[in-house]
T-cell receptor
Framework: DTEVTQTPKHLVMGMTNKKSLKCEQH?????MYWYKQKAKKPPELMFV???????INESVPSRFSPECPNSSLLNLHLHALQPEDSALYLC?????????????FGPGTRLTVL | RKEVEQDPGPFNVPEGATVAFNCTYS??????FFWYRQDCRKEPKLLMS???SGNEDGRFTAQLNRASQYISLLIRDSKLSDSATYLC??????????FGDGTTLTVKP
């Protein structure tokens, strides 16, 4: 079973709202990722967690705040977003964060910021 | 120059055709390579990992040429359901995957 789940599927929020995206996997993977994908563009890496510790932050604005409560869960807290942050947010997981580890993606949360 | 480059296409082919995509990468230290497919408004799904000896999965064949720093994907006997964007992914540093911009394939009846 290579399933990564994400909730919600769709989210519309105003620029003053606070919301959270959730990601879950039960494959025993120890690395989890957040990506942002704009239309007709490839996914852009935002954050990597390895063994529940943040290992990579790709200079993402502080209005995005990741959290990894345990090895199966990954959250992305959103606050004071801008309309240009509207995108598909993808979560992925892999066995480890090694260079040969294959990433499996969740279905994504389509975010619209008004 | 981009780290990973793909021909964006679009490739429009009839059913049953054979089509090949290439992907070039700039970092000679790159260690692992993947092809993903992504349908419109869906997540990327792993199609194949690419090994140095080349590998085949049904109608799909992937090849790696380290000397020339490119990987390829060959699709034989194209089906309508193969229509998608194909993403080339290269891993160089642990935890970081670099995606190509994708190649769009449309298979027509």
């Amino acid at each position: 079973d290579t399933e990564v789940t994400q909730t919600p599927k769709h989210l519309v929020m105003g620029m003053t709202n606070k919301k959270s995206l959730k990601c879950e996997q039960h494959m025993g993977h120890r690395a989890m990722y957040w990506y942002k994908q704009k239309a007709k563009k490839p996914p852009e890496l935002m954050f990597v967690y390895s063994y529940e510790k943040l290992s990579i932050n790709e200079s993402v604005p502080s209005r995005f705040s990741p959290e990894c409560p345990n090895s199966s869960l990954l959250n992305l807290h959103l606050h004071a977003l801008q309309p240009e942050d509207s995108a598909l947010y993808l979560c992925a997981s892999s066995q480890g964060a090694g260079v040969r580890d294959t990433q499996y993606f969740g279905p994504g949360t389509r975010l619209t910021v008004l | 120059r981009k780290e990973v480059e793909q021909d964006p296409g679009p490739f429009n082919v009839p059913e049953g055709a054979t089509v090949a995509f290439n992907c070039t990468y700039s970092n000679s230290a790159s260690q692992s390579f993947f092809w993903y497919r992504q349908d419109c408004r869906k997540e990327p799904k792993l199609l194949m990992s690419v090994y140095s000896s080349g590998n085949e999965d049904g109608r799909f064949t992937a090849q790696l040429n380290r000397a020339s720093q490119y990987i390829s994907l060959l699709i034989r006997d194209s089906k309508l359901s193969d229509s998608a964007t194909y993403l080339c992914v290269v891993n160089t540093n642990a935890g970081k995957s670099t995606f190509g911009d994708g190649t769009t394939l449309t298979v027509k009846p």
